[in-house]
Antibody
């Protein structure tokens, strides 16, 4: 079955760029939306945005100016970049397959295990 | 932005009891874009229900979802020990996903 795995630095300095990659195994990255969600320790979930297999993106307006998503179909990977980070960006970052379709959604499934990114000098 | 408000914040119940979790939206939207997730400590969220009432693959039938418009409900008919967790509702509207703040179901 499809599995997702996040990778990237666990520590980022304030004002720098947070960069994460999600590797998809057991299935193709094609024909789906791929999404990022984060969760500050002990708090709730926040959707960051998604990218479709044609490279089209949709970002959460609250972060839109700082977020960039991309994908590499040859590697079956998609990526997240968040610039100008502050301590408020410290969170567990999850990638997930987003089964959005024309008139509904089958939900986010599966999810990666998540990776903690701490913003600190 | 559609705001989702979950209630109660915490639900204290015993194994075998029925759990009823509520999610209310600030404006009406299509249930086709509504989902419930379960999250246990140290784990990623897991999809339970999509389209307001359809169970995801492998989800036991003690979990059921219902509702439409602005009011949605997740019911766990008989709580099993593994069901004690945090539950989140989610919607997609105006090209944006939002989550509720979560309901913690704890052992009484």
């Amino acid at each position: 079955q499809v599995q997702l795995q996040e990778s990237g630095p666990g520590l980022v300095k304030p004002s720098e760029i947070l960069s994460l990659t999600c590797t998809v195994s057991g299935g193709s990255i094609s024909s789906y939306y791929w999404t990022w969600v984060r969760q500050p320790p002990g708090k709730g979930l926040e959707w960051l945005g998604y990218i479709y297999d044609n490279g089209g993106t949709n970002y959460n307006p609250s972060l839109k100016s700082r977020v960039t998503m991309s994908l590499d179909t040859s590697k079956n990977q998609f990526s997240l970049k968040l610039n100008s980070v502050t301590a408020a960006d410290t969170a567990f970052y999850y990638c997930a397959r987003d089964r959005l379709y024309g008139s509904g959604s089958f939900g986010f499934d599966p999810w990666g295990q998540g990776t903690l990114v701490t913003v600190s000098s | 932005e559609i705001v989702l408000t979950q209630s109660p914040g915490t639900l204290s119940l015993s194994p075998g009891e029925r759990a009823t979790l509520s999610c209310r939206a600030s404006q009406s939207f299509s249930g086709s874009y509504f989902a419930w997730y379960q999250q246990k400590p140290g784990q990623a969220p897991r999809l339970l229900i999509y389209g307001a009432s359809s169970r995801a693959t492998g989800i036991p039938d003690r979990f059921s979802g219902s509702g439409s418009g602005t009011d949605f409900t997740l019911t766990i008919s008989r709580l099993e020990p593994e069901d004690f967790a945090v539950y989140y509702c989610q919607q997609y509207g105006s090209s944006k996903y939002t989550f509720g703040q979560g309901t913690k179901v704890e052992i009484k």
